[in-house]
């Protein structure tokens, strides 16, 4: 009897410690970061509304140059509890004005902060880890050039268990690879391939598309079988579309209708972009229109995905 | 051929649009969704044209200007309370937030009032008159499907 305990104490004890290590932060390589050389803040203001950095991180509803004062403060409503982007503008004390190119590319490739903590996945590094670090290193020069904001946003609002940083580490276990989502062009032979791999990047990378129009897992993670399938909005009222080529829905837009859609805001039959994704064809507006007709020949090439998350 | 179709069609949209507001009212839903369906195909008119996939008259202008004047002028009646239940986009924020609906109701109304002047009796001159005419219309979507329509 006493042995069987011990057994399980042991065993336990193993546990705890194998998720313990399991649950350490990781980062990137120090060599890595340090042969980047210095940005081109002019490709990082690119990044930086392909990444739509400002959606989250700006006033809520902020216009114009508003979107460069990255003050934070916008509330994400979640089943986990609330999550309060933090001020990452350039003040030295309340924002991330101290911070190193490496401190930004281990935040936002591997959800590691420069004190080693784990980031919540709020903050979309799981998307921002297929990222270029050479992109990651102009996006950090251009951001050196926007305005110090002062005031700290407040912490996160989240009920035990989920208030523990350290678990998450698990969860970067499960969910954070930077391997693509999509191997290949799916279904058309005619499908340029630089294209539509430019298309892909902008897309499973700093657009982080998939954050809204894929369905998630109970803890959190997105269901990578039915990728940008649709999925009930955030926010708890209505859908976010599925956006791959099914026939009888997103599928009969070409992939001009799509780089229209980012461009003007307007669907093939002109109704109105709406919601949530009205920031984000903003950003996507402010990009060369090649860009913009990649995502469309990617979203025309990939799998489609029916029937249960619609 | 087809601007001549569509200009009709989108016309009696327009009209069929402002006599819904005098008649009784047991459809709202139905009703403001048919008015923003002809908002739609006045867009479309209206991006056809500036797209140069139809070809620019002053009367093909007018007719899209016109049908979004319609439009914003009795659109807003058609919410009353309860009418959030079945079957519709509108978000449940128009009913939460009356006065920030409003106003972007009187917002789309401003600019289409706008646009009516400049255009007017025949219809703006050229594509570019139009462009300057239609341009504050179409802004006026987004920024209301942002925070009172979803998409279900």
């Not at chain 1, 990578?224 to 837009?253: H, K, M, Q, Y």
């Not at chain 2, 991006?47 to 009795?74: D, Q, V």
């Not at chain 2, 289409?112 to 504050?136: N, V």
Request: aromatic share 8%; proline share 7%; with cysteine.
């Amino acid at each position: 009897m006493k042995k069987l305990l011990l057994f399980v104490i042991v065993l336990g004890a193993a546990a705890a410690l194998a998720g313990w290590f399991l649950s350490a932060p990781t980062r990137l390589d120090e060599n890595t970061v340090a042969n980047l050389g210095p940005g081109d803040p002019v490709n990082g203001e690119l990044v930086f509304w392909a990444s739509g950095c400002s959606s989250c991180h700006a006033a809520p509803e902020a216009k114009g140059d508003d979107k460069l004062k990255l003050g934070g403060g916008l509330r994400l409503e979640t089943p986990f509890g609330v999550f309060v982007a933090p001020n990452v503008s350039q003040d030295p004390n309340d924002g991330i004005g101290n911070w190193s190119v490496a401190d930004l590319a281990n935040a936002m490739t591997h959800g590691t902060s420069p004190d080693g903590q784990n980031y919540y996945p709020a903050f979309p590094y799981a998307s921002y880890a297929r990222m270029d670090l050479a992109d990651i290193n102009d996006l950090f020069s251009f951001m050196k050039t926007l305005p110090a904001v002062g005031g700290d946003a407040g912490p996160n609002e989240l009920a035990f268990p989920f208030n523990i940083r350290r678990g998450v580490g698990l969860w970067k276990r499960m969910f954070l690879d930077p391997a693509p989502v999509v191997a290949a062009p799916v279904g058309g032979e005619d499908v340029d391939p630089a294209i539509w791999e430019r298309g892909r990047y902008l897309v499973e990378g700093p657009g982080h598309c998939g954050e809204c129009h894929t369905p998630r897992d109970f803890v959190g993670g997105l269901i990578l079988s039915d990728w940008l399938g649709g999925a009930p909005a955030a926010t708890g009222e209505g859908r976010v579309p599925n956006i791959t080529p099914v026939s009888g829905g997103f599928g009969s837009w070409s992939a001009s209708d799509i780089a229209y859609y980012l461009e003007s805001g307007f669907t093939p039959d002109y109704d109105s972009v709406g919601g949530e994704m009205v920031p984000v064809q903003e950003n996507m507006a402010r990009l060369q229109a090649s860009d913009r007709e990649a995502i469309g020949v990617y979203l025309k090439a990939i799998p489609a995905v029916s029937g249960a998350a619609q | 051929m087809r601007t001549i179709s569509k200009c009709i069609s989108i016309v009696s949209i327009a009209i069929a649009a402002s006599l819904g507001a005098a008649q009784a009212d047991d459809d709202p839903i139905g009703d403001r969704q048919a008015i923003m369906s002809s908002v739609g195909a006045a867009a479309g008119l209206g991006g056809g044209l500036m797209k140069g996939e139809i070809a620019y008259s002053p009367a093909a202008g007018k007719a899209a200007i016109a049908a979004m004047r319609a439009a914003s002028l009795t659109f807003g009646d058609y919410f009353p309370d309860g009418s959030n239940a079945s079957d519709t986009e509108a978000a449940p924020a128009i009913w939460d937030n009356r006065a920030g609906f409003d106003a972007e109701i009187a917002k789309f109304a401003a600019a289409t009032g706008t646009a009516m002047e400049a255009a007017g009796r025949a219809g703006p001159a050229d594509l570019d008159a139009f462009k300057a005419a239609m341009g504050p219309v179409f802004g006026t979507c987004k920024s209301c499907h942002e925070g009172f329509r979803v998409k279900n």
